[in-house]
Antibody, heavy 123, light 110 residues
């Protein structure tokens, strides 16, 4: 069964850091790009970052560039998102999702989603 | 801030048809594939349509997608109460080198 499981969410003060992880199973992890998507309370979906399957080319939303770092370990089938300098507006459910292609820019869609992990940034 | 514009809400009676539009530009919808996602409250989004008009296995053919120029459309025919959800379009923007989601549309079955 194809499966994604996020972990690492929690509450953090503004300016703090948090590392999210996403464990993948049921597919050849290295053959697909992976993406983080977030959803603030009561708001729509926001693309955060993507990483290519092999070689790991990365892209970031302007709102997180320079603060967030996406990475992957193809030997461990794990996707990560290191978040630093967190702000109140980063409060959201963070989903990891599997792209249908090796590169996200081909825009073939996100066909597998995790259940999400909640990040709350508040003093 | 999304550059893909969708109507905030659409509604129709059971059995009827609804159409959801997604308006973009030449740097995104104009030269990239469009996907559509369905999201029920408290759950993760689900891929409904990919590559403009293809359905993943298990998605009923009541759901169909199309694209023309810099706009895309999701049609739901034979509307059912179980279709009440939020729907998002998605694509890639080659100028921003970033993924994009639409503003989202809430479908209500009257």
């Amino acid at each position: 069964e194809v499966y994604l499981l996020e972990s690492g969410g929690g509450s953090v003060q503004p300016g703090g850091s948090l590392r999210l992880s996403c464990a993948a199973s049921g597919f050849t992890f290295s053959s697909y790009a992976m993406t983080w998507v977030r959803q603030a309370p009561g708001k729509g979906l926001e693309w955060v970052s993507s990483i290519g399957g092999i070689g790991g080319s990365t892209d970031y939303a302007a709102s997180v560039k320079g603060r967030f770092t996406i990475s992957r370990d193809n030997s461990d089938n794990t996707l990560s998102l290191q978040m630093t300098s967190l702000r109140a507006e980063d409060t959201a459910i963070y989903y990891c999702a599997k792209d249908r292609d090796l590169i996200s820019a081909t825009s073939h869609g996100l066909d597998v989603w995790g259940q999400g992990t909640t990040v709350t940034v508040s003093s | 801030q999304s550059v893909l514009t969708q109507p905030p809400s659409v509604s129709a009676a059971p059995g009827q048809r609804v159409t959801i539009s997604c308006s973009g530009s030449s740097s995104n919808i104009g030269n990239k594939y469009v996907s559509w996602y369905q999201q029920f409250p408290g759950t993760a989004p689900k891929l409904l349509i990919y590559d403009n008009n293809k359905r993943p296995s298990g998605v009923p053919d009541r759901f169909s997608g199309s694209k023309s120029g810099t706009s895309a459309t999701l049609d739901i025919t034979g509307l059912q109460t179980g279709d009440e959800a939020d729907y998002y379009c998605g694509t890639w923007d080659s100028s921003l080198t970033a993924g994009l989601f639409g503003t989202g549309t809430k479908v209500t079955v009257l």
